[in-house]
C-alpha cells in the first residue's frame, strides 16, 4: 500500500482509538477527580455523604451512566442531530458516487452491464427501441463503464439539499 494511502487510514484509527476510547477514559476520570476535589472537598455537607473518593466514583458512575445513555437515546432518536450527522457523512462519503471495491466493481456491475446490452440487444432485434429509449440505454451503459472503471457518476461533494 502506498504511504499516501496509509497515512489517512493511520490518521483515521489514530482518531477513532484517541477519541472514542482514550479521550473519553480520562475525560470521565478528568471529571470524577476534579468534581471531587475541587467541589466535594471544599464543601464540609457534602463531604460527609462522599467520605472516600471511591464511593463518590462508584456512586457518579451508576447515576451517570443511565443518564448518559437516556441522553445518547434522544439524539439518536428524538432529535435531528444524528440525522444531520448521517446527512454530512453521506455528502461527503465518495462512495455514494463510485462502486465498492469487490463484490460489486468486479461481479454486480459487470452483470448489470452485460444484462443491459443482451436487452439493448434483443430489442433492437426486435426493433422495440424508440431513438428516446437507445440514448437511455446508452448513457446507462457509459455510466455503468464509468463506474466499473472506478470513476465518478453524480456530483460527489455537492451538498445534496442545493
Known sequence: ????KLVP????????????????LMGFISTLVTVYY???????EIELLFSRFWLFAILATIVGTPISVLVGWIHA??????????????????YNYKLFPGYWKEVAFPAYLEMLRLAKGLSE?????TAQDKARIEKLEKMFKTLIEGGYVGLPR???DS
Open 125 to 129: 432485434k426486435e426493433s422495440l427501441l
Open 1 to 4: 500500500m502506498k504511504i499516501w
Open 9 to 24: 487510514r493511520i490518521w483515521y484509527y489514530f482518531r477513532i482509538g484517541y477519541n472514542t476510547y482514550l479521550t473519553f
Open 77 to 94: 432518536k428524538r432529535s435531528g442531530l444524528l440525522s444531520a450527522e448521517i446527512d454530512i457523512s453521506v455528502e461527503a462519503n465518495p
Open 38 to 44: 475541587l467541589a466535594i472537598k471544599s464543601m464540609p
Open 158 to 160: 455537492k451538498r445534496l
